[in-house]
Nanobody, 116 residues
Framework: QVQLVESGGGLVQHGGSLRLSCAAS????????MSWYRQASEKERELVASITSTGGITNYLDSVQVRFTISRDNAKNTVNLQMNSLKPEDAAEYYC?????????WGKGTLVPASS
């Protein structure tokens, strides 16, 4: 059974940093591209970053380029998202995704709330 468990969200001031992690199980993690998505209130879910199976290729949403870094540890079955210089528009629920055989598998998300 595929499980994706996100962690690391929380309140942070503008300009601050967070590191999100996703622990994967139930499939051969090292063989698949992994992605981070986010969904802000009343907005559609959007792709934030993806990383290929070996970590050799990464892709980013234009608005997070340079500020965010996706990485993975195939020995630990984890994929991470380092988020720096956070902006108000980064507030969202962040989800880890694996796609296999045309099926999307999602975690339950970790919240990065809007700071006051």
């Amino acid at each position: 059974q595929v499980q994706l468990v996100e962690s690391g969200g929380g309140l942070v001031q503008h300009g601050g940093s967070l590191r999100l992690s996703c622990a994967a199980s139930g499939f051969t993690f090292r063989m698949y591209t992994m992605s981070w998505y986010r969904q802000a209130s009343e907005k559609e879910r959007e792709l934030v970053a993806s990383i290929t199976s070996t970590g050799g290729i990464t892709n980013y949403l234009d608005s997070v380029q340079v500020r965010f870094t996706i990485s993975r540890d195939n020995a630990k079955n984890t994929v991470n998202l380092q988020m720096n210089s956070l902006k108000p528009e980064d507030a969202a629920e962040y989800y880890c995704r694996n796609r296999r055989s045309g099926i999307n598998y999602w975690g339950k998300g970790t919240l990065v709330p809007a700071s006051s």
